[in-house]
């Protein structure tokens, strides 16, 4: 039962939602902007279907940050709606734009709840078109994404929007928000509720490892980050005689066996012998219960394909996006199966190598070691847009300590440095807010920066790296020991 603090938050939260989504409905055409993940496309998918099934055009554009320029592009165009999608509570207090509306679940620049008494509405109007779960103490970093919120305002649209909830569980894996538990908790749980009673998609527990259906089984565990396989991941030979020893046939004729092929005897044979593998060495009870877990499946695509499991799918967009082609990603979430597909397919090809690459280097060059960070820099040899997905693969990696959070720099092309920090789900619990970290030590240093306690990114000047990771320092010592360490 929720309490009744919880009942007013979640009323709060969803007299937003509806307001949002009544201003949106009032207008005769809306300009989407989404932030160009996974989960801003998929967001920004939900919030264009809906608007074309409204009858009400659009269009649709993706940024990687909401910088100055856009800012000033949306504040002079008066005469225009904005739909801002994953992104936009950070910088709130900037757009004098009144037609600007706001779906995110970002930390916001300023806790207006705290100002407006809890579960109530801000005074300010503008906060009927800003929908963000943490004004009504909703955990936007675990119990709903972006696309979540784009979604709740959709389905108030008009309740056969539900269908939609498809793709805002893709953006709510592709923000990892099932990390945590090995499932999804929160406002995601009724969102799933949503897919399933539309009979949209199904939700079945199966390991977790990426790659259940598209990857050949050996090369499944040669990739598995969480959780990591001693002896295994990183390692082909040694991931296929594994498999040998144990009797599982790798290939099935021509075709090379996925996780999915293997028979429900082979499935507990591999899951359990893989369970004793990470006890046995020494990686405790933690991984053994990672391996296992909830996994979401769209019924309408085809079993086997990148699409068919939400995690697949959601890197998929995460590969059109981080090289700058949204809109592929957006065309395929509207159901494209041709051009757009096979675009998206080749960029993830793309995207896996370059990931590999970036993983390896970040090995040769060695990360290096604070008090209370760690840090490596990919200079213009990793790509800004990825360089955050790399520093979780490194701090998931086993090969780094995770006692401390990571912060990674890379070269952007507007000649400045990117920032992306990333920590754990038990740091978070010791206290450490990487969102409130981050962004206040790249304003000291007249950058920008924000995100969620768990993973936060950042502009800064070039020569300013040296400057911000001392304040990280102060910031994250004083998060985990309180004032009394100053
Ligand atoms: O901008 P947005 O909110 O969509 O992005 C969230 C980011 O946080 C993603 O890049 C996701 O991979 C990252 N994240 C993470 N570890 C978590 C949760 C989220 O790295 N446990
Ligand atoms: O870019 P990266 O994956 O490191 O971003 C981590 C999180 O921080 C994402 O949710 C992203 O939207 C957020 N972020 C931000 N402001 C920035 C850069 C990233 O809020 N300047
Ligand atoms: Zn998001």
Not at 205 to 210: A, E, L, Q, S
Not at 431 to 459: C, F, P, Q, R
């Amino acid at each position: 039962m929720p309490s009744v603090e919880r009942e007013r938050d979640l009323q709060g939260f969803h007299a937003t939602i509806k307001g949002l989504a009544d201003t949106i409905l009032s207008r005769s055409h809306v300009t989407i902007i989404g932030h160009v993940d996974a989960d801003g496309i998929s967001g920004a998918s939900i919030a264009s279907i809906a608007l074309r099934r409204a009858g009400i055009p659009c269009d649709v554009r993706f940024v990687k940050k909401l910088d100055e320029n856009e800012i000033n592009i949306i504040n002079s165009r008066v005469s225009d709606t904005f739909w801002l999608v994953d992104l936009g509570s950070g910088s709130s207090s900037k757009f004098t734009n009144k037609a600007v509306c706001i779906s995110d679940h970002h930390l916001p620049e300023k806790d207006l709840k705290a100002d407006s008494g809890r579960g109530q509405r801000s005074i300010f109007s503008f906060e009927e078109r800003h929908a963000n779960p943490h004004f009504y103490g909703i955990d936007g970093s675990t119990e709903i994404s972006g696309a979540g919120v784009v979604y709740l305002s959709a389905k108030e649209m008009n309740n056969g929007n539900t269908d939609l909830a498809t793709l805002a569980i893709v953006g709510a894996v592709g923000d990892l928000q099932d990390s945590a538990e090995c499932r999804l908790c929160g406002l995601n749980r009724q969102v799933l509720d949503d897919a399933i009673h539309r009979d949209v998609m199904t939700v079945a527990k199966d390991i977790r490892i990426f790659g259940r259906e598209t990857r050949p089984l050996s090369k499944m565990l040669q990739f598995s980050t969480d959780p990591i396989l001693p002896g295994l991941t990183n390692d082909a030979v040694a991931c296929s005689r594994y498999l040998m020893e144990l009797g599982i046939p790798l290939t099935d004729g021509e075709k090379w066996r996925c996780w999915i092929d293997l028979t429900k005897v082979e499935k507990a044979q591999v899951a359990s012998a893989l369970c004793n593998h990470l006890l046995d060495s020494g990686s405790g009870n933690w991984a053994c219960k990672r391996l296992i877990g909830e996994v979401y499946l769209l019924k309408s695509e085809r079993i086997g394909t990148e699409l068919h499991d939400a995690k697949e799918f959601s890197t998929l967009l995460n590969a059109c996006g981080r090289y700058g082609e949204g809109m592929v990603g957006l065309s395929i979430c509207a159901g494209d199966r041709g051009d757009k597909l096979e675009i998206g397919l080749r960029l993830q090809r793309n995207h896996r190598g370059n990931l590999a690459d970036a993983v390896s280097l970040v090995k040769d060059l060695g990360v290096e070691r604070g008090r209370f960070i760690q840090h490596f820099h990919g200079r213009d040899e990793i790509l800004d847009s990825i360089v955050g997905i790399v520093a979780g693969m490194v701090l998931g990696s086993g090969e780094v300590p995770s006692d401390v959070p990571i912060v990674a720099f890379a070269y952007s092309e507007d000649d400045k440095v990117k920032v992306s920090a990333r920590a754990t789900r038990e740091l978070v619990q010791r206290g450490i807010d990487l969102a409130v970290a981050v962004k206040a030590a790249s304003e000291k240093v007249g950058g920008t920066g924000g995100g969620h306690n768990i993973a936060a990114g950042a502009t800064i000047s070039i020569g300013k790296e040296q400057e911000f990771l001392a304040e990280m320092e102060r910031l994250i010592e004083r998060q985990m020991f309180g004032e009394l360490t100053a």
